[in-house]
Nanobody, 123 residues
Framework: VQLQASGGGLVQAGGSLRLSCSAS????????MGWFRQAPGKEREFVAV????????HYADSVKGRFTISRDNAKNTVYLQMNSLKPEDTAVYYC?????????????????WGQGTLVTVSS
């Protein structure tokens, strides 16, 4: 599975962005999709995950209530709607795919990764 993330950019605190991640190369069917982020000088961390059927989602506490993960399986695309952005949300955001029915939050649970898209939130 090849993943291509897009939608990053510069936004003021309190603003919104929607990230997209398009999958290609193999069937999207059955894959759990996750979003992770890595801020400068910090380790990559879990942000959100969604099951194949979209009936199960999970969020990091730091983004709960502000971010929403969704997917359109017909378009092989997963989204991350980010609202009420804060300067501490500044990071490179990565989408990842897991060929398993169970959602997961650990980096090593995901076999496929996109190249990342930069989100910068100014104060």
């Amino acid at each position: 599975v090849q993943l291509q993330a897009s939608g990053g950019g510069l936004v003021q605190a309190g603003g919104s962005l929607r990230l997209s991640c398009s999958a290609s190369g193999r069937t999207f069917i059955g894959y759990v999709m996750g979003w992770f982020r890595q801020a400068p000088g910090k380790e990559r961390e879990f942000v959100a995950v969604i099951s194949w059927t979209a009936d199960n989602t999970h969020y990091a506490d730091s983004v709960k209530g502000r971010f929403t993960i969704s997917r359109d399986n017909a378009k092989n695309t997963v989204y991350l709607q980010m609202n009420s952005l804060k300067p501490e949300d500044t990071a490179v955001y990565y989408c990842a795919a897991r060929g398993d029915q169970y959602i997961a939050t650990r980096i090593f649970d995901y076999a496929y990764w996109g190249q990342g898209t930069l989100v910068t939130v100014s104060s």
